[in-house]
């Protein structure tokens, strides 16, 4: 008997190499993405070793590095005692193949997903198409969407959410998206003056009590790329005056030097929260990527975490759809992802903010020599490095049961 598809809601990167996962194993899956193209705006631009090895797996791995710029090396700074601690990935080249973060944007991962994904007869990717609601019923789920000539409904196996922070899908099967919303808004542009001059490595976080900065290289038309660069932003102040010229250009003089202005390529301003989904499984329902869970962007964990949602459940799909294992496997995934990401990601990158913008001077010295100390002990950087990698929290959901 033909079985429905999986239909997958968003066609962002997580809903993309979901889709993969599962048409590459000869399941029927059809994509709909509410956009009329890839969107391209500059967003998560930094790939974790374990999530390279499994785009590798799926065969998106060697073109992924091409188009990216490897980063071994990030800092942790204070802005006026200049590097704290240096971390080096290769003190882990024994766990992983990919020893660095990889870094590019993401919106070149769905290009080439995209690419993929379309020349494959069991995949139908259906741009244009809003989700609006899912209905479960004793065979399947029905998928209400609305599309340019109308709305519509399509029958459905299982239903994956991968529709975003805003996810229709989590919103019509009533799952609370738990967490809060940080007052300040991060203020994200790029320059192509080459920070390299100044000491930096490709990735860099540096503390100050009033003005912390993130910094990391993205590649641009090939080498040397350009520079992105995240400031907090006060929650008084007026989107259109932080993006104004002036005020770009005063945070960036503030930060490097007042004698020069400096080329601004792109900027935006956005809001940061931390949130988890009450339940990641509803039924024939599953939620991943910013559906499922969303953090502030310090440490490069929310696409990635994503992408590893999408592959521990497209993993659990398989057995389920082709070996016979009980649907109940799917549990599995809502305890094994849920639990990591509210032990790991939420708890890692509330901490890296913490670290970066601690205003009490002795708990910011006191944070500092702390990351001083793990730094300069090979047992403590290692374990720090598998954190930060991601891979200590792909052995921990391993573990759940
Ligand atoms: C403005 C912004 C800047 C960011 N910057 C950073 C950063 O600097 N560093 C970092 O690590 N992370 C950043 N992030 C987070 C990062 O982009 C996400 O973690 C990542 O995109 C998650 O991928 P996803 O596929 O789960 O969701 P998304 O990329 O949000 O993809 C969801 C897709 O679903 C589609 N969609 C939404 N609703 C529907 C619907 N009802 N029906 C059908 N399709 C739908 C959307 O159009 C989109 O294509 C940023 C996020 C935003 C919003």
Redesign the pocket.
Known sequence: MKRDPIVI???????LVAALALAKRGLDVCV????SQI?T??????FHPPTVEMLAELGVGAELVAAGIPVPEWQIRDRRAGVIARFDLAAIADLTPYPFRLHCE?HKLSSILYRILGAMPNVTLLFG????AVEQDDDGVTVR?QAPDGDGAIRASYVIG???????VRKSLGVEFEGFTWPERFL?FATDYDLREQGFTGNAYIADPDEWVAIFIQPHDGPPGIW?M?FPIPPELDDADVLADDYVQSRIKGFLSSDQDYPILYR?V?RVHQRVASRFRVGRAML????AH?NN?LG????NS?IHDAINLTGKLCDVMLNGAPDSLLDLYDRQRRQTNIEYVQAITIRNKRLLEEKDPAVRTERLDEMRTIAADPVSARQYLMNSSMIASIRRAAEIV
């Open positions: 809601s968003g066609g962002g990167p997580v809903g709909l993405e509410i956009e969107p705006d500059l967003r998560a631009g930094t993401q198409h809003r989700c609006t969407f991968a529709d975003g922070a805003h996810s229709a994200v992105r995240a935006s956005y991943v990527g910013d559906a969303i962007p490069g964990m929310g696409l994503g």
